[in-house]
Every structure is written in C-alpha cells, then in structure tokens.
C-alpha cells in the first residue's frame, strides 16, 4: 500500500451509518475499505476519533483564473475539498480568440470582482481552445477540476462584438454548436449561461442575448454526452425563476441532461421565494426533469472599500458610478459638498439609515482608526452626531481609501428555513463562489458552516446526509464518475476531520496574489487531512498545504 488511513469513523458517502475500520489506497486508488487492513504501508494516518470521509466537491467556484498561479485552489483544499467547478456563470478562460481577452477580463473584473492584479502578470496567455486551456493547468494542479465552458465566451468567438448585440443566426448558432463539441471532448463538464450578468460596460453579457433556439442547440450538443447545462435565473424575482425552472425542465426532458441553477436563498425581503420555487422543482422533477437548484450554507457577508466598484452599490447608481471613477476624481468627488448630499439622500433617502447602519468596519490604515475596526457605521454615527453613510465616507477619506467595510447577513435569514431547505432531497449544495469576488466575500466555508451550524447545532442533517450532499450525490448529479464514494476502485480523494470542531474559520487577509493585490479568504476548522488522487495535499500536522500536485481534470 501507498497509503493506509487507520481506525477512522468511515463516512462513505452513500448515506448509510458511519462505521469503524481502515481504508487502504495504492496508485491513487482505494483499494481497501473497513475492517483491519493487515501490515504496513509508505504512510501511514491515524485517523482515530476522527470522520474519514470521500472528499467534497464545490460545484460553483471560479477558480478559472486562479488555478492558473495557485494550483491549490487556495482555501479550497484547507476545507475538504477536493474537486472544484470553474467556468460558472457563462464565463470562462476558454475559448477565446486573442483579441477577444481584454473584453473577458472586464467581465470577470465587472461579474466577480477580480483585481487587475489577477490578471496582469499573475499568468501567460498561452492558449485559444479549450483543451489549451486545460493543458496549461495541468502541470500545477493540487485538486481536481471539471470545468464548464461558458457560453458567452462562445458567443464572443464565434459573433465577434454582435455576441452583445443580437441573436445568432442559424450559421452562428451551428458554429457555436461545433465549438461547444470541441470544448466538451477536450473535457467541458457542460456549459454554463446567465441571465442576469453584466460587463465591465454594464451591458448584458452575450450570453443574455440568446433567444431559445440557440440556447435549445446548445442544449442538443449537450445531450450527445450528457453533459450539465448551468444557468444563473433572475433570482430577484420568483416568478422569472419558475420561468427558468420551467425552461429548463423542457431542455433536461428533450435532451436528456441534467440542469442546475443558482443561486436559491432565503431572503427576509422574500420569504415565499423558497417554498414557490422547490414546489415547482418538485413537480418538474416529477415529470423526469432534473433541474437542480443550488444553495449555500453560508450567511452572505460582502466586503468592499472605496477603491473597487462593489455590486453592493449596484442598487444605487450613483454610488456605483462615484466607484468607478479614477481614484482621484472620486476622491474629489466625495470631498465635492454638493456630490456627496446627492450620494448621501440616494443612501439615505429621507434621513432613512438602515442600509448602513449594521455595517461593520472591517480594516483600516491609520493606526489612530483602529479602535473603529469591529465596530458598525451605526455606532460610530451615533457618536458623531452623523449618520452611517455620512462616516463611512469619512473614515474611507481619512485613510485615502485605504478602509474596508463589511455587511454581514444578507441572505440566508432564517436557519429553520435554511436547514430544512439543505435537507431536501432535490437541493443541490453549492454557489460558494470560491475563486471569485476576492476582495469583497470571505470565501469558503461552506462545508466547515453545513457541519457546524446545520449537522451539529440544529440537527437539521445527519453527518451521514450532510457528507453525502456534497460528496455521492454532486458526483451523481455532474457525471463526475469514480469519485464520491470510499469504494474500492474509486479515486483516493478523501477528507479526514474532527465532527466536534469542524467548523469555517476566521477571515484572514491573503497577500498571495502575485505582482500585486490581495483577498479575503476564511481558514478551516477541524480538518486533519485532504488527500487527492492518493497524495496528501493538505495536513494539519504538516502545517497545511504539501507539495503534492496530483490534481486530474476529471470529466466523465
């Protein structure tokens, strides 16, 4: 044996209760599963007290980027995870035509709110098809990845600029259809489309300028391999989503694929969203659809400062605009008395202060600020006789900018109704997003917070279900064969943790970017050992992440 995990509480991922015993694994697989396996191994893992368990898989990441300078998919591996889903929300890194790059990265800069750090310098462009792509990424990998392709970088390649300005043409829809083929033989997990998401411009991206014949081809191409079709629904407004529920039960039932949308949440400004929507799923799933919704675990906490246009603003035009001016005109235009009182009433329309008043100042530059760190805006401008707007634009001039904030608690409101939505049997865990929005969300902890919170506290699912989730049935809904189960013959990809204390960490400051810039991230809780294609990735007692690139692109 190359490895022997012994004496674990083996949590095999098909649901069934927890048992005692060891797992043994040679050439990157399991060969051994429970019971004493007799002699020694190269390496060996005391996993007493501990679950040993097939390790998790995040189906919306985009790590498409990230992947390319961190082959670790940083936290990722930190938190059990051992295959992620780039490519999501209609975007991805291939393929794409030369010229066509400076207007997919004001996409993800718009969409995901990626620095241009992440982009300059950060890697060489090397490729225009798919499998280019995937070759590039392969020599660094630490986890697994099944992409999707995107279609509106399909759309950008085969229309050039009328992608964002019309529909195809049966000629261009056939052409996308070849493309999509390519992409899906050289290991596209599926496509992923939107239908809210706008560019760097703030104009729909491509995607959104398919009408359903084209949308209907692509869905063709992807019943010849039985492949995902991942869309992003109108989410802000129920009864677009049961449209698109609707719309998407049509293309599983006439193609014969699997669909999943996200993002699902709970929403106090919403709170019938949940049950109208899962009541449609159910009766489409009914029929022999598979239209699979996706939700998150995690309450949603948005970070942002003065130096980054946050979708959090895309709700007030004028502040959205003031963010994306150059640094010093919107400087000048927040020290501007006239500009700021119009920003100021759009924030707080008529002395209104509850949009700001729980929000929490997170990190600043000046050292005499720091005791405002933890603080919320509402506190500070009760102090000052201010109002929460008025001092975040203070504190953000005082240290030139150089201040975050952070709202916390923005979905996912009510945990009853979040637990019970978890525990369905057609809700698909997902959206974490990881890999994106990396100065504005504290990603990941979507597995550590479905244990602590949903397993642990409420006992909404059991340990054996909640491990199941995102380990078997993500594999079963993605066509991600040979993985997600502790079986013999199945990839070693394994999570070893403690169910007493696994839990998402702390929100840490990473300065890993390369050239320049920096991200939120959230360390784990509870995790000993992740282990990819039969090699330690990530060990708690080694100090976490190894040199172990054993990473796979993995497909059907």
Avoid at 421 to 446: E, R
């Amino acid at each position: 044996m190359d490895l022997i995990i012994r004496n674990g509480r083996i949590v095999d991922g098909t649901g069934l209760p927890a048992y005692q015993g060891d797992i043994g694994i040679r050439d990157g697989r399991i060969v051994s599963v429970g019971g004493r396996i007799p002699g020694t191994a190269a390496e060996e893992i005391d996993a007493a007290g501990r679950v040993v368990a097939p390790g998790f898989i995040d189906p919306h990441t985009h790590f498409d980027v990230q992947l390319l300078w961190d082959g670790q998919a940083r936290p990722a591996l930190e938190h059990g995870i051992t295959t992620v889903v780039p490519g999501n929300c209609s975007l991805s890194l291939a393929p794409l035509k030369v010229e066509h790059r400076p207007r997919l990265v004001g996409m993800f800069q718009q969409i995901e709110e990626m620095p241009d750090a992440a982009f300059d310098g950060a890697f060489e462009w090397t490729w225009e098809s798919f499998a280019d792509y995937l070759t590039a990424l392969r020599s660094k990998l630490a986890v697994n990845v099944a992409p999707l392709a995107g279609h509106s970088v399909i759309r950008l390649w085969v229309m050039g600029d009328a992608a964002n300005e019309r529909a195809a043409n049966a000629d261009e829809i056939a052409g996308m259809q070849e493309l999509l083929r390519q992409c899906l033989e050289a290991g596209a997990v599926g496509l992923s489309t939107s239908f809210v998401d706008v560019d760097e411009r703030l104009q729909p991206v491509p995607s959104r300028y398919a009408h359903a014949e084209e949308i209907d081809a692509l869905a063709a191409v992807l019943g010849e391999y039985g492949r995902m079709l991942q869309v992003v629904p109108e989410f802000y407004a129920t009864d677009i989503t049961l449209a698109r529920v609707d719309q998407l039960a049509e293309l599983s039932l006439a193609h014969q694929i699997p669909t999943t949308f996200s993002p699902l949440f709970d929403s106090a400004a919403n709170p019938d969203n949940i049950s109208r929507v899962m009541a449609r799923v159910e009766q489409q799933m009914a029929r022999g659809a598979r239209v699979w919704p996706q939700v998150q675990t995690r309450p949603i906490d948005i970070s942002f400062t003065f130096e980054v246009a946050s979708l959090l603003f895309a709700g007030t035009p004028g502040w959205y605009r003031t963010m994306r001016l150059p640094r010093d005109e919107k400087i000048a235009a927040l020290r501007d008395p006239e500009r700021l009182a119009r920003l100021l009433e759009e924030a707080e329309p008529g002395g209104n202060t509850d949009r700001f008043r729980n929000m929490r100042v997170r990190a600043v530059a000046r050292r005499e600020d720091d005791i405002l760190v933890g603080r919320s805006l509402g506190d500070i401008a009760a102090e000052r006789d201010s109002t929460p707007a008025r001092v975040m634009v203070d504190i953000a001039l005082a240290n030139d900018l150089d201040a975050s904030f952070v709202a916390t608690d923005l979905g996912h409101n009510d945990p009853a109704r979040v637990g019970a939505l978890l525990a369905h049997p057609m809700v698909h865990i997902g959206a974490s997003d990881g890999g994106a929005h990396i100065q504005s969300f504290a990603t990941y902890g979507d597995t550590g917070y479905l244990f602590s919170r949903f397993v642990r506290e409420r006992h909404d699912l059991t340990l054996e279900a909640a491990v199941k989730k995102i380990t078997a049935d993500t594999a079963r809904i993605w066509g991600i064969a040979g993985r997600g189960l502790l079986q013999p013959g199945f990839a070693a990809d394994i999570t070893v943790f403690d169910p007493d204390v696994i839990d998402r960490g702390d929100e840490v400051v990473a300065h890993d970017m390369p050239e320049a810039g920096m991200r939120y991230v959230r360390g784990s809780r509870g995790i000993d050992t992740v282990v990819v294609n039969g090699a330690v990735a990530w060990s708690a007692a080694a100090g976490g992440y190894t040199e172990a690139r054993q990473g796979q692109v993995v497909t059907r």
